[in-house]
Nanobody
Framework: QVQLVESGGGLVQAGGSLRLSCAASGSGFRIIAMGWYRQTPGKQRELVAN???????NYADSVKGRITISRDNAKNTVYLQMNRLKPEETAVYYC??????????????WGQGTQVTVSS
């Protein structure tokens, strides 16, 4: 029902910036939340930022003040502006979208991921 396509990843030096984009497409869905996660080999996928429709924006403590999530509801697109990037933030970044499932559950969809590499 939902496809998510990320873009904007790449190679950046430590202290640099990147802006990731994720566009949701499909039919017969209502997005109730969109967000960004990241994952490196051997580690669990971790939250970077999330924007529930009916609640406050959530950020990982490590990114507060440097990384900002935003959302264009008309385009079903979510962005992640990343500033002052650190080498340890090298990861595959995944967009997610949550839609209502069988109440009270939700269905979580994932994009294909976009590689972010921060050099020392």
């Amino acid at each position: 029902q939902v496809q998510l396509v990320e873009s904007g990843g790449g190679l950046v030096q430590a202290g640099g910036s990147l802006r990731l984009s994720c566009a949701a497409s499909g039919s017969g869905f209502r997005i109730i939340a969109m967000g960004w996660y990241r994952q490196t080999p051997g580690k669990q996928r971790e939250l970077v930022a999330n924007m529930p429709s009916g609640g406050p924006t959530n950020y990982a403590d490590s990114v507060k003040g440097r990384i900002t999530i935003s959302r264009d509801n008309a385009k079903n697109t979510v962005y992640l502006q990343m500033n002052r990037l650190k080498p340890e933030e090298t990861a595959v970044y995944y967009c997610n979208a949550d839609i209502p499932g069988q109440p009270p559950s939700t269905l979580r969809y994932w994009g294909q991921g976009t590689q972010v590499t921060v050099s020392s």
